[in-house]
């Protein structure tokens, strides 16, 4: 789950900063504008955004992986794939 936090934390950060370049500093209006050579502003905001959405699906993925692999883990040592109902592993 470190690995979750990690690149929500990121996308948190990309997006952050996305929105200060987009609305702070003059991308949106700039963009709206229609004026073709586009300044680094919102060529930055543009990029910070789709690595926001890259950050926010591998969180996603590696969120998805850690839960199917645990409920995995538990279905291997319950009574529905061990039917003495004993962890692997145990003597007794």
């Known amino acids: 789950m470190k690995w979750v936090r990690r690149f929500v934390v ?3 950060v990309c ?3 996305a929105l ?3 609305l702070v500093l003059g991308g949106r209006a700039e ?3 229609g ?3 586009y300044s680094m502003t ?3 905001s543009g990029i910070l955004a789709g690595l926001g959405v890259i950050f926010a699906v591998a969180a996603a993925l590696t969120f998805v992986q850690s839960l ?3 409920t995995m883990e538990r279905l291997s040592e319950g009574p529905l794939l061990n039917p003495n109902g ?3 592993g145990t003597r007794w």
């Open 10 to 12: 990121a996308m948190t």
């Open 31 to 33: 963009f709206v504008s």
């Open 42 to 44: 919102v060529i930055l």
């Open 86 to 88: 004993k962890k692997k």
């Open 15 to 17: 997006w952050a900063i």
């Open 68 to 70: 199917s692999g645990a």
């Open 35 to 37: 004026q073709s050579p």
């Open 20 to 22: 200060v370049f987009w």
